[in-house]
């Protein structure tokens, strides 16, 4: 089994910053790419951020210039740094793994269940 487990939300007042990690484990053989996702009360899950392996990331707009992911391929981790936060940025934070368990193996995603993440003055 693959397991993902995410840490650092909590409450932050507007213009404020915090970091989000995100650690794989278990039955890993490669990770293609790793992504946060979110959600906010009565909305679907929004894609927040992504990197793949070779370093190449993506943005949501809405986060373009204020959040940054990073990875540390060789420990299966990922983080989201997120400065400027406003109060839209509430919403429980997801991390997304696309995972081989074995050489041969179909790629699948796995997730985390999530940290809340809270900007409220």
């Known amino acids: 089994q693959v397991q993902l487990v995410e840490s650092g939300g909590g409450l932050v007042q507007p213009g404020g910053s915090l970091r989000l990690s995100c650690a794989a484990s278990?039955?890993?053989?490669?990770?293609?790419?790793m992504a946060w996702y979110r959600q906010s009360p009565g909305k679907e899950r929004e894609f927040v951020a992504g990197?793949?392996?070779?370093?190449?990331?993506t943005y949501a707009e809405a986060v373009k210039g204020r959040f940054t992911i990073s990875r540390d391929n060789a420990k299966n981790t990922t983080s989201l740094q997120m400065n400027s936060l406003k109060l839209e940025d509430t919403a429980v934070y997801y991390c997304?793994?696309?995972?081989?368990?074995?050489?041969?193996?179909?790629?699948?995603?796995?997730w985390g269940k999530g940290t809340l993440v809270t900007v409220s003055s």
């Open positions: 278990g039955n890993i053989f490669s990770i293609s790419a």
């Open positions: 997304n793994a696309r995972v081989r368990r074995y050489l041969g193996d179909v790629a699948r995603d796995y």
């Open positions: 990197m793949a392996s070779d370093g190449v990331t």
